[in-house]
């Protein structure tokens, strides 16, 4: 393919790939999926379970004990437990993401520019800088909820916690809107 050739592609052509290729990626951002949403489940219940504390109630005198309404069960959570897991699965996810992100890079975001849809280019790189101030604040985070005792710096925790729910959030609504616009190498 000469050079004349070149130049006359599009801004996007996307290569033919060998299935393989395809495959892999397919199953990498399928796990990248399931790792996004595992880790959005750990992050949601912490902050609702922070924001949103649970009460208990006391039975009635003489009553039986009443099981907790679904919403009070679902925050009364022991939010320490989730600290270690939330930063692997963000450790992980945020991997995973990063195989994925040279291809996506070449083959995808040139497919929204090319057709004038800067804005969804634009929603991406928002969400790169979204997942890398949120690996910033994982040091943070991990000190607030193991180092520093429970009732101190709590507006502080709270704040870290919701701002990194807040950004996988954000990164998952993105990842998986733009995935359906433009599928990932087709």
């Keep these: ?13 996307v290569p033919d790939l060998p299935l393989s290729y395809h495959v892999v990626y397919s199953v990498l951002i399928t796990v ?3 790792l996004a949403i595992t880790l959005l489940g750990a992050l949601t219940h ?7 504390p649970a009460r208990y109630v006391a039975p009635a005198a003489g009553g039986e004990a ?13 939010v320490t437990l989730y600290t270690n897991v939330v ?12 195989f994925l992100y040279g291809p996506y890079r070449l083959s995808v975001l040139p497919f929204f520019y090319g057709h004038g849809l800067k804005l969804f280019g634009g929603i991406f790189e928002l969400k790169e800088h979204f997942v890398v101030i949120g690996l910033a604040l994982l040091p943070v985070y991990w000190l607030l909820w193991k180092k520093v005792p429970l009732t101190e710096q709590v507006r502080f925790r709270t704040a ?5 729910a807040a950004f ?9 809107v733009l995935n359906n616009l433009k599928g990932f190498g087709t």
């Design 1 to 13: 393919m000469g050079m004349l050739a070149q130049a006359t592609q599009s801004i996007t052509f």
């Design 46 to 52: 912490q902050s609702l379970a922070l924001l949103w």
């Design 87 to 98: 930063i692997a699965l963000y450790l992980i996810t945020a991997l995973a993401g990063a």
């Design 32 to 34: 990248h999926l399931l």
């Design 160 to 164: 870290v916690t919701a701002i990194l």
């Design 66 to 78: 009443v099981a907790p309404p679904l919403t009070s069960a679902y925050r009364a959570v022991r």
């Design 168 to 176: 996988v959030w954000y990164s998952f609504l993105v990842g998986h």
